[in-house]
């Protein structure tokens, strides 16, 4: 009995001592747990990428490894067990076309087969494919009630214009992106309001491939478009100086388009024709009536007038008016005089087929403002003109 006592006695001494060595040992091991150092600084949360090739990348322990992975706990394709080398570590992945724009992943690290820290991050990649809204731009005031709507998409995609009742702008029609651009133009009523929203989707292959809203204003209604009555309609006149003079809304400005005839059918050529010495804007007086004098060169021309409305430094802010009718006249070089002696004078610059002056400061309406104008009333001088 004494034995069995003493035995027993024995038995215990190893098991109390490795009792109090293995507590000594977990508390040596959670001493030295591996620090946590990892931080992500690139995507930052939240971050709207312009690429679906993603940058990670951050900084922990020397000799550690760095994993990110996706929701399902896989390693995000591309990327790779990233080594942190002189404190930082990075490793790139590349999402595919058909992965969601949201995206989260999970970024830990390891260091001596222990954790070491671990960061959630959640970042926004771009549309996997081509879609924007160029024109009209966000927030801008167009220049007429006739809006071209355009910007870029995919090949062989159609692209809508809708508005916010989802109905088809009147006018406008399922664009078909050609070349990587796509437009088309819608009509505005002088019922419609200013303050207009629309909403511009790309579809391809049956299913939608991008979106995006846009609001802008339209201009005030149209008031009524001024008159030109000299020239008069096929009137032959001999110049240089031509005299033109009409009617229209007092204290409005009038901008008068006069060019040779035979661009009116090509606007084309329009990109190279401006005003080359422009006259100082055209005001309607207080009786209603407006005159200009500009020299021309001997041409068969066309001139059309429309209102528009200008800011205190003389720029351009919308058209105010329709385009009034066209008036078609003849114009022939002037009798030469009887030689005198003369002392030889500058010649004057040949205006060619350039546009005439239009009665707007070319400073300050820009050469963009001075031919988008300049298109917008010929395109309505050449509707009229197949009308008549």
Request: avoid cysteine; proline fraction near 7%; charged fraction near 15%.
């Amino acid at each position: 009995m004494k034995d069995m006592m003493m035995w027993r006695k024995v038995l215990a001494v190893p098991a109390v001592v490795t009792l109090a060595l293995s507590g000594a040992l977990l508390s040596t091991g959670a001493a030295h747990a591996a620090e946590d150092t990892l931080t992500v600084t690139s995507p930052t949360p939240d971050a709207v990428l312009t690429s679906r090739t993603v940058l990670f990348s951050g900084t922990g322990s020397d000799g550690s490894t760095v994993n990110v992975l996706d929701d399902e706990g896989d390693r995000v394709p591309g990327t790779e067990a990233a080594v942190v080398v002189d404190g930082t570590w990075e490793t790139t992945g590349i999402y595919e076309e058909s992965a969601d724009v949201s995206q989260t992943v999970k970024i830990n690290q390891v260091t001596g087969g222990s954790g070491a820290g671990e960061e959630t991050v959640s970042f926004i990649l771009p549309p996997s494919y081509n879609f924007a809204v160029l024109t009209p731009a966000e927030g801008q005031t167009v220049l007429a009630r006739t809006v071209v709507f355009g910007g870029t998409g995919t090949d062989g995609s159609t692209v809508n214009v809708l508005d916010e009742a989802g109905n088809r702008i009147p006018g406008t029609e399922a664009a078909v992106v050609t070349d990587g651009v796509w437009s088309t133009t819608g009509t505005y009523t002088e019922d419609d309001e200013i303050d207009q929203t629309v909403t511009v989707n790309q579809v391809t292959g049956g299913a939608g491939r991008g979106e995006q809203t846009v609001s802008f204003k339209l201009p005030p209604t149209l008031l009524p478009a001024p008159v030109i009555l000299a020239p008069t309609a096929g009137q032959a006149l001999t110049g240089p100086d031509v005299t033109f003079a009409g009617t229209g809304t007092p204290g409005e400005n009038v901008v008068l388009a006069v060019v040779p005839t035979a661009l009116v059918n090509q606007p084309q050529t329009l990109a190279q024709e401006v005003p080359a010495d422009p006259e100082d804007p055209i005001l309607v007086g207080s009786d209603g009536t407006w005159t200009v004098t500009l020299a021309l060169d001997s041409e068969d021309y066309t001139a059309v007038a429309v209102l528009v409305e200008l800011s205190e430094d003389g720029s351009l802010i919308t058209v105010r008016s329709d385009v009034s009718d066209p008036v078609q006249f003849t114009l022939a070089a002037a009798p030469a005089p009887a030689p005198t002696p003369v002392t030889p004078a500058k010649p004057a610059a040949s205006g060619g087929d350039k546009l005439a002056e239009t009665g707007l400061e070319l400073n300050a309406l820009g050469l963009g403002g001075a031919l988008a104008l300049a298109g917008v009333v010929l395109l309505v001088a050449r509707r009229k003109a197949r009308l008549s």
